[in-house]
């Protein structure tokens, strides 16, 4: 677990990305892009928003957009609200 991060189980991150590519949950898979939807799996399986940039090869701060355009389009305010959200997929 990265310190003061949240760990989210291999299984969760899994279900998680599910809901968002395969149609699960369709309402909130057509908000967000396929971007997006892959910046929510990598916040799920718990990466810094760091490793999240390095690994698409954005910067931090495009990451940080995402995360900001990710809440918007799910109606959530905080970093708090998205993690009860994803608890909520399991």
């Known amino acids: 677990m ?4 949240r760990y989210f189980s291999p299984s969760f991150s ?20 396929a971007r997006e939807q ?6 799920a399986a718990a990466k810094s928003q760091v490793a ?3 690994e698409l090869s954005v910067s931090p701060k495009t990451v940080s957009s995402y995360r900001s355009r990710i809440l918007n389009k799910l109606g959530l305010k905080t970093s708090v609200e998205l993690i009860q959200y994803m608890d909520k997929l399991r």
């Open 14 to 33: 899994d279900k998680l990305a599910c809901n968002f590519l395969d149609g699960t949950n369709p309402t909130d898979a057509k908000a967000l892009s």
């Open 38 to 43: 892959q910046v929510v799996q990598m916040m």
């Open 2 to 5: 990265i310190a003061g991060g």
């Open 52 to 54: 999240i940039a390095r």
